[in-house]
């Protein structure tokens, strides 16, 4: 039976763009940055701005003569490089096209994009077990909750806010501890949501908040030698998971060979970023590494 292809190239940039969100594990914890402040010949330096801080100023009810105290905002910026150009490109024959595959999506663009999904988890994976791991906390496999406690108490000293969402990828080991000693209720231990990734050394455990870690992706241009093609500029956001990526989908024909091409690519970067903390005073300090807590097992 005959595949029947989408035609519109739109659709099928933005299916891939889902199809590769759905397959993140590590990925879909941390903060994404798809395409907002992207314009084209900038560079490969993206800049993530950090929200300005004034302070409050007081002055007594009745008072009518001291004049205001007037603030400027100074806004921030972390600088993000892209490094890498992820891509699959699968070449399909005529019997392929008109014989073999039935579902474009799931025979095609579903290994594609579980491919690219792969590689950023290992990026994600890399960029967590980077972080120095914290020497004053022991973890105690009897006990393993109690870690999680201590790694709180730290991102909160950092100056992680108390409105802040917490996060923790753990190591198989970790998890199984976790699962003898019955510490997990409802995904969660001591009020943070838990996730077990096999990419993670098998003792270590990784504490942070979303924004510890920032996912950059951008869609290459189309070429305009291109047959067909489509690149996903903003992000593209999956309902079930929330998950957002940006990806180039491209499609051609080779007559010498006789047969098409089917490419997906994106530039990624996964990146550590720095935690801001507002001083109260008009200052906002990057605290390196502020935002993530990495216990290392023996």
Not at 41 to 50: D, H, K, L, N
Not at 160 to 173: M, R
Not at 262 to 269: A, D, H, M, Q, R
Request: glycine share 8%; net charge negative; proline share 5%.
């Amino acid at each position: 039976m005959a595949n029947t292809f989408i035609h519109e190239p739109q659709l099928i940039a933005e299916l891939a763009a889902k199809l590769t969100g759905k397959d993140f594990n590590l990925a879909g914890l941390i903060s994404t940055d798809a395409a907002a402040d992207f314009a084209e010949g900038g560079g490969a330096t993206v800049r993530i701005p950090v929200p300005g801080a004034v302070p409050t100023r007081t002055r007594a009810i009745g008072d009518k003569t001291t004049a205001l105290v007037v603030d400027e905002l100074a806004e921030k910026y972390i600088d993000v490089t892209l490094t890498d150009h992820l891509y699959n490109v699968v070449v399909l024959s005529e019997g392929d096209l008109s014989l073999d595959i039935k579902s474009y999506a799931s025979q095609v663009l579903g290994p594609q994009t579980r491919a690219v999904a792969a590689r950023i988890e290992a990026l994600t994976a890399a960029a967590m077990s980077a972080t120095p791991a914290d020497e004053t906390i022991t973890y105690d496999a009897s006990n393993p909750a109690r870690a999680f406690t201590a790694a709180r108490r730290v991102l909160r000293l950092n100056g992680v806010p108390d409105s802040a969402t917490i996060k923790a990828a753990v190591g198989a080991n970790v998890y199984g501890d976790l699962l003898d000693a019955v510490a997990i209720e409802n995904g969660k231990v001591r009020d943070i949501e838990v996730i077990e990734s096999t990419r993670l050394a098998a003792d270590d455990i990784v504490v942070f908040i979303p924004e510890a870690f920032t996912l950059v992706a951008r869609a290459p241009r189309v070429p305009q030698g291109a047959a067909y093609g489509a690149s996903i500029k903003t992000p593209i956001v999956d309902k079930e998971r929330g998950a957002q990526f940006a990806c180039r989908v491209v499609g051609d024909y080779d007559s010498t060979v006789a047969a098409d091409r089917s490419l997906i690519s994106c530039f990624v970067k996964v990146a550590a970023m720095p935690l801001p903390v507002d001083r109260e005073n008009g200052t906002v300090d990057l605290v390196e590494h502020g935002g993530v807590v990495r216990i290392a097992g023996e």
